[in-house]
């Protein structure tokens, strides 16, 4: 059985970064402000997932008190290790540290290897384990990393893999 579970990731993974040059990208050619599929602006779409301690933490307690910044990653993936200490500044300093929820959503595995993930990156922000890949499913993530900005109102504003250009965004 762990020959077909490691099997499935694998072609999971390589559908995934098979499909990462499309995603993002507006019918401009442009990346970021548009959903993967259309140039239109989305609702957000509500979760509730454990969080690195077992908490249970709903996407819907953030909505309509501060933008929301989606982070799929995984420990596997290299730019999300290097992102780590930006999002870190993000959520720690001005002038998005009280202003924008962060919620880093681990693409699925264990909350072992993702709590020695956190400790050895020291990482400072909100992580939620999505261990069946159901969140991103609904948010039609097809490579990590991926950041996802909804506003305040609930309205998905940013889609891209790009993290720097979320500033722009936010201003």
């Known amino acids: 059985m762990r020959t077909v579970g490691r099997i499935g990731a694998a072609l999971t993974l390589c559908l995934l970064v098979a499909t990462v040059p499309f995603v993002g990208r507006t019918a401009h050619g442009g990346t970021g402000q548009a959903s993967a599929a259309t140039n239109e602006t989305q609702d957000w779409v509500d979760f509730t997932l454990p969080d690195a ?37 993000m959520h720690r300093e001005p002038p ?29 922000y909100p992580v939620l ?21 909804i506003d305040r109102d609930g309205k998905v ?9 979320i500033r722009k965004v936010l201003e």
């Open 53 to 89: 301690s077992g908490k249970q933490v709903s996407l819907a307690q953030f909505i309509g008190k501060k933008p929301v910044l989606l982070v799929f990653w995984a420990t596997w993936c290299a730019i999300c290790k290097e992102e780590v200490p930006v999002i870190n500044r």
């Open 96 to 124: 998005t540290s009280g202003s924008l929820q962060i919620l880093a959503l681990d693409f699925m595995e264990s909350e072992k290897k993702v709590n020695a993930f956190i400790k050895r990156k020291q990482v400072a």
């Open 129 to 149: 384990l999505d261990r069946r890949g159901k969140v991103a499913r609904k948010y039609r993530v097809v490579g990590i990393p991926t950041y996802i900005l």
């Open 157 to 165: 504003v940013y889609r891209d893999h790009d993290l720097s250009e």
